[in-house]
């Protein structure tokens, strides 16, 4: 099963540009995290929000928590080619993680 | 961080074999590990909750005769695709709860000729 829903579903954007997800979700969460894939590779974990939380940092990264929209966003600023990858928000509701369907982020040099 | 392995990282099969992944943690004991299923350009789907000493909760639509998760250990839980098919062919990402957080393997992935 599916919980968070993001959007665009891809993006290219030129280097040096902020890239900005959003991610909605449907039920109660205690936190809401968000984790970078290179394609055809395992998981890294960017960033954690807690449900009392709604912003935070992390170096070129900020992500911002709506609880009362069930929404999120993932705010990564200068971007560089490396950046390319798929994004995901994922949620925590019944002790299982679950994850969005993802955006494909492409920097175009 | 705490760090989950997998085993092996990629596996080639005929159709009519079984193949299993191994998803160990290596500096933690999880008495919940999670293992997840994604397709090409998909997201991960949640396939099954694996407890250590107990039977594994499975998600709406996944087979459990199918797909056999046996959790034997604190340190590892391993899952089994049993008489694979073209269409298991996937990438396997496992996880495991350590307290409050969640780690995730590196994946396998697997091909079923």
């Known amino acids: 099963s599916q919980q968070g829903e993001e959007d665009p579903q891809a993006l290219s954007i030129q280097e040096g540009e902020n890239a900005t997800m959003n991610c909605s979700y449907k039920?109660?969460?205690?936190?809401l995290q968000w984790y970078r894939q290179n394609s055809g590779r395992g998981l890294v974990h960017l960033i954690l929000?807690?449900?009392?939380?709604r912003e935070k940092h992390s170096g070129r990264l900020r992500v911002t928590l709506d609880t009362s929209k069930k929404s999120s966003s993932l705010l990564i600023t200068a971007s560089r080619a490396a950046d390319t990858a798929s994004y995901f928000c994922a949620t925590d509701g019944e002790d299982k993680i679950i994850f969005g369907k993802g955006t494909r982020l492409h920097i175009l040099p | 961080g705490a760090v989950v392995s997998q085993h092996p990282s990629w596996v080639i099969c005929k159709s009519g074999t079984s193949v299993k992944i191994e998803c160990r943690s290596l500096d933690f004991q999880a008495t919940t590990m999670f293992w997840y299923r994604q397709f090409p350009k998909q997201s991960l789907m949640l396939m099954a909750t694996s407890n250590e000493g107990s039977k594994a909760t499975y998600e709406q639509g996944v087979e459990k005769d199918k797909f056999l998760i046996n959790h034997a250990s604190l340190t590892l839980s391993t899952l089994t695709v049993t008489s694979a098919h073209p269409e298991d062919s996937s990438f396997y990402i496992c996880?495991?709860?350590?307290?409050?957080?969640?780690?995730f393997g590196p994946g396998t992935r697997l091909t079923v000729t």
């Open positions: 039920t109660s969460i205690n936190n």
């Open positions: 929000i807690r449900s009392n939380e």
């Open positions: 996880s495991a709860v350590d307290g409050h957080e969640q780690y």
